[in-house]
T-cell receptor
Framework: DADVTQTPRNRITKTGKRIMLECSQT?????MYWYRQDPGLGLRLIYY???????NKGEISDGYSVSRQAQAKFSLSLESAIPNQTALYFC?????????FGPGTRLTVL | AQKITQTQPGMFVQEKEAVTLDCTYD???????LFWYKQPSSGEMIFLIY??????QNATEGRYSLNFQKARKSANLVISASQLGDSAMYFC?????????????FGGGTRLMVKP
């Protein structure tokens, strides 16, 4: 089984809809991250969390919110989706010298 | 200023030849780590290699090696004996040790295409 899982893997939604992307990890890591990747570009940090009570904004947090329900679960929400939030979203956890990425969620906002 | 710069948007290499993908970085933090990831067309991010700023030797992992030139702030990825399956996007990333969070900052990537 994968160490970091994301659901859904693909999602098409309409402008104005609320959507939640979920991430679970079995690695026991405290640190979890949400990144966004736009076509042809590198990843940019949306939010990160050290534990359930420690959540921090990243470089591009506007329009997003997160919830750390447990050490193993970190969800990303788009309260009112807009087309420029169409992107590939990655969840990740961190070990000392490596970040472990989930498989990604491809989100399209029409 | 960009923290991670990858100046080669796209590159071709002949199968079985070696190729170097460039990466330069900018940080004033004495403690940092440099990472390379591969992203095939399927989209997942595959960790390739890591180099710490205090590591004395260049990192190697199988066919991948990292040419770390600290004074020049460069961390180029060398892939030896290219294979068709190496065709993918490659991203260089940095984690700065004193920066709270431990997040990665990514470059814009290089698309590598291996020709048969």
């Amino acid at each position: 089984d994968a160490d970091v899982t994301q659901t859904p893997r693909n999602r098409i939604t309409k402008t104005g809809k609320r959507i939640m992307l979920e991430c679970s990890q079995t690695k026991g890591h405290d640190r979890m991250y949400w990144y966004r990747q736009d076509p042809g570009l590198g990843l940019r940090l949306i939010y990160y969390s050290f534990d359930v009570k420690d959540i921090n904004k990243g470089e591009i947090s506007d329009g997003y919110s997160v919830s750390r329900q447990a050490q193993a679960k970190f969800s990303l929400s788009l309260e009112s989706a807009i087309p420029n939030q169409t992107a590939l979203y990655f969840c990740a956890t961190r070990d000392i010298n490596e970040q472990f990425f989930g498989p990604g969620t491809r989100l399209t906002v029409l | 200023a960009q923290k991670i710069t990858q100046t080669q948007p796209g590159m071709f290499v002949q199968e079985k030849e070696a190729v170097t993908l460039d990466c330069t970085y900018d940080t004033s933090d004495p403690s940092y780590g440099l990472f390379w990831y591969k992203q095939p067309s399927s989209g997942e991010m595959i960790f390739l290699i890591y180099q710490g700023s205090y590591d004395q030797q260049n990192a190697t992992e199988g066919r991948y090696s990292l040419n770390f030139q600290k004074a020049r702030k460069s961390a180029n990825l060398v892939i030896s004996a290219s294979q068709l399956g190496d065709s993918a996007m490659y991203f260089c990333a940095m984690r700065e040790g004193l920066r709270r969070g431990g997040m990665l900052t990514f470059g814009g990537g290089t698309r590598l295409m291996v020709k048969p």
